[in-house]
């Protein structure tokens, strides 16, 4: 008998890798999967891919729905977080893939979301200073956006070891369609991003603020790209140096900052990251120059953005809530070719 | 502490996704992983997606490598599994994804395939009648051709069964890259198979006389087509009805043939197999009609050609030989979107 | 100054690519450019790769706006031609992309399509024996679908030839996504169609008339793949051989068919079809073999969907219509890779 | 009859598409297509999409294959050009699409390539203030570097109208994989680049001295990745501004850099490039924007690299240098979907 957990908004994309996580996961049962416009609909309607859950029908995300679970995923569209929580039994603990409570500052959230700020949660990326345990020791977690872990991985330890300027940060970073969400837009069409890669979004990116805090960067220009292929991201970050750190000194940075870490892989020197080698899993492989030219620090990292970009990260913060091996249920192993 | 087990051939793809399979798999044990022209490169140097394996070596491909190994696994070019085989210690059991020991007639090897023919071992399909206990019962399995699965599991039952008849059957495959394999060929390159989905080997290719001797279809035309994914098979197979079975009855056939297989699911009536939603699994998705005006059964199959086509197949015939749970380390959930 | 003309529904991706060929047509004005739900768009707007339309707005699909046009494309929903060419002014010349005027028995028609049955006019396969004249002498035009195209070329000389039985054929075809057309459904997502093949329809598209007319078929199975590319039919077509031909007797009647097309290459013994070949082009490649051990003759052919496959065609029927060069502003050249 | 040309190199993608380019140019006759280890087979062997070539053969690439040739694209591997035209007859044109003869200062060319420099060309970028005469006057012309093109086009005007600081410039720019050529290397196979995004030769990447030079750029990070895709380029640029020039005044610098360009388009403002609307084409899309939080302008531009980047470019300065109109054979309208 696992943990008995549920996902309410299970009929998107994260929620459908929550799902498949949970499955295949030693530690926790999935008591309830909600969806609201998917009410009624069994789960492998909306996700053909869940063989397992064959026969299990999507519920209406209502609060009585959650009554057996311990722990709760929220991946529901930004905005619809809060209240949900606030509907749960006492003790009942949450995970929320939204965006609702990761921002500090409200005025952050103002500016790129509307409705009102819901207030900030323990934010869930372990890997951060001080963030196992924070997250161990929560009963609400926000989980990460998927661009903020794939640049903050890179880029957090370099501001906080002081070899890398805050004041001038430049993030390009490639994503896959999964990011963009399942509503079936004209221009997210496969006749339309097939063959192409395009900007969006430039300087104007929601996850912008959520960079910065995590990062403790200063000033970041922030271009997201649509790739074509359905899950990955691959950033890449670059700052300009402070004091006269080389190259190897950056790497030892990155080196020690997750020598331990069992989801963060920094590869061999002069091997660059590739989104492939992270698909369907928790892992993120990073790499790191400096371009002595250029004067700049290059580092790039490649996740699954369905993975340690969202319900993967979930999973794992939940295993830290729950006193589960943190990687129960996760693997830094990609599904590659 | 699990069963040890080693690879022979590791550094392609179907050797790769063998690893991938073994270090998540809670009863197996990796103790030697080998390939000829990659002895001495780290694993993740073939298979960057690995990171669990970083630090691992890939062994040279003799058979003092496998002194620890309790089963191997052979992922070897065709008509290098005999040798190999006969010179591990005895009472070691084999598993050869090779087509070396698939054929029971010799003519049918020699028409495709160069050198000795090296004589059938029991044939690793256990969703075959009578095939799960011979797995079991065996020290030697010869595991099946990719395109060989996508074509028996829904077409098999209905000969047996005498409903399709077995003189006049057409299957169209299309199958992704990795399925052509790991040497770079110009014909593979990224630029060539975008946006393309070509013919070839059209009615000569070397699985189909195994699929004739698993199928039972005495008459065959079989059609292999390239797509622009990298895993993947999507087998169209067409047979003439025999007498007035309809298309429920023909669908009862597929339904009793795999009510009680954890890998096998027929799909809801009018509900088509997707390839991407068996990307990364052992699964395999059903479906099946009657054209009445054409005269025609029509059954359609998805796997992953790497997965029940090949490493999740001999996975599973592994768990079989050892007594394992025959799911174990396996999954029928697919990895998408 | 060229033959003015006019596309009516252009906002689809037939209808873009009618706007493509028109504007690198040397013959051919475009006057006026339409879509009921898109105007007042602009042109670039809807098709942004249309980069010398720039500043050419999309205006409504009313029979006035039609009045300079001395040759109309349709490119609307199935079933909306008639009533708009009823409103045409006299002697202003048609081609219609669209399914209406195809089908010479209303059955076939009332079985596929809902509506009332518009009539035959003259159909639009240059290649058929006493077509091109046909078309040439014609006001009316009903342009081929895209499946029949690719599933005819190959075919119908085979049957007219009396080498192929119209008894006993099977046609499976995979289709790029535009051939899906541009409404945004939730399947056709980039996240959903990438990594996947699928089958659909399968015995009950509604072009399975229409090869049975073009090609003298009497039981066609037709099963229609999707396939993860923009553009691109390869159709795999198998029937059984009548009479003693062999390999090369049939090839040689291909060969004769279309020794003088421009559009259509039997290509050298051993080579087979490539959509990509044929990506941007109105070309068709072609590549037949009997595979004797089946008994059944086997042929491929490839067709660019939007070019040899709709827009294409049209204007090729357009270029006769109008007494043009029959291949001016078109080509057999595909863009690849 | 056309002026007669020839290519050097044709078995490449580059070489392939300026046979497609010539094939449908309406002032250009081909006299030859040269290939060293491709000489004698057929060029529709090598490019099976040039269906209009069919029967043509490659010849060796020797001095008296040109004879006839009035011009000769050299689309040879990097320093073999300057030993090739220096044997052509004297008064043939040469444009050249390799980096021999595209860089001033030969430690750049050291740095980054082996072999003698063989000294500057014209440069082949038309839209440069001053080229298109220069080359219009030329008998020997260096086209462009693929990334060049894409970066150069945003950036140059900026750097020159003052508005962006030469000293701060940061380019990350996704090829297709076309762009890494026809070598079957085992990280180009289909299987690999598909589902993945990755950087590599970060900060070390030969176009790099070639963007400085052309666009004025003093310190330029450069990081180009490789897409899933078969063509295109999307460059992301950044720079700081200089002085106080808002977003309505840098865009503003572009506008009237390319009001009269036939090739190049300053989007409506808000929408940002498509690679897959300039596939096929000669075309580039741009936008730019200021991210005044980052203090950073952001421009991004999309081109086909075998296209704009490569052999339209090359038509496009062949043009010039015939007296043809610049125009001829080339479009600014992509293949989309």
Redesign the interface.
């Known amino acids: 008998m696992g943990v008995r957990v549920a996902v309410a908004g299970a009929s998107g ?1 994260a929620g ?1 890798e929550l799902l ?1 996580l949970i ?2 996961h030693p530690g926790l049962d999935l008591v309830a999967a909600t969806g609201d416009s998917s009410a009624g609909r ?1 789960v492998t309607d909306l ?8 026969g299990v029908p999507l519920r209406p995300t209502a609060p009585e729905e959650f009554a057996d679970a311990e722990l709760v995923f929220l991946a529901l569209p930004h905005g619809h977080s809060a209240a949900l929580a606030a509907a749960l039994p006492a003790g009942v603990k949450v995970v929320d893939l939204g965006a609702d409570h990761r921002l500090v500052d409200p005025a952050d959230w103002h500016r790129y979301y509307p409705g009102e700020h819901a207030g900030r949660w323990t934010y869930g990326l372990p890997e951060l200073p001080g963030q196992r345990a924070a997250i161990a020791a929560a009963d609400r977690v926000a989980a990460t956006g998927c661009y903020v872990v794939a640049s903050t991985l890179p880029l957090a330890p370099l501001i906080a070891a002081g070899v890398a300027d805050p004041d ?1 940060v ?1 993030v ?1 970073a ?1 994503s ?3 990011g ?1 969400g ?1 509503s ?3 221009h ?13 979004k ?2 104007t990116h929601q996850h ?1 603020p959520e960079i910065k805090q995590a990062t403790g960067a200063r ?5 997201p ?1 649509l ?6 991201i ?1 950033a ?1 970050v ?1 700052a300009r140096p402070t004091g006269t750190a080389g190259a190897g000194e950056v790497r030892q940075v990155l080196a020690e900052a997750y020598a331990d870490e069992p989801f963060v ?1 920094l ?2 020197d002069g ?11 928790n ?1 993120c ?1 990073l ?1 790191i ?3 002595a ?4 620090i ?1 580092a ?1 990292s ?1 996740i699954d953005n369905l993975g340690k970009g969202a319900a993967g990260q979930a999973v794992q913060c939940a295993n830290l809530m729950l006193g589960l091996p943190e990687t129960a249920g996760l ?7």
């Open positions: 994309y459908g498949r499955a295949g069994a996700h053909p891919h869940l063989a397992t859950l064959a001038d430049v390009v490639a896959g369609t999964s963009a399942r079936p837009k004209p997210l069409l496969g006749s339309e991003v097939l063959n192409d890669v395009s900007a969006y430039v300087g912008t000033s970041l220009s922030f271009t790209l790739a074509p292929m359905p899950r990955g691959l890449t670059t892989s590869l061999p091997t660059w990251p590739h989104t492939a080698a992270t698909f369907g899993s892992g492989q790499q120059t400096i371009d030219d250029a004067g700049r290059v790039v490649a693997t830094a192993n990609g599904v590659a070719p």
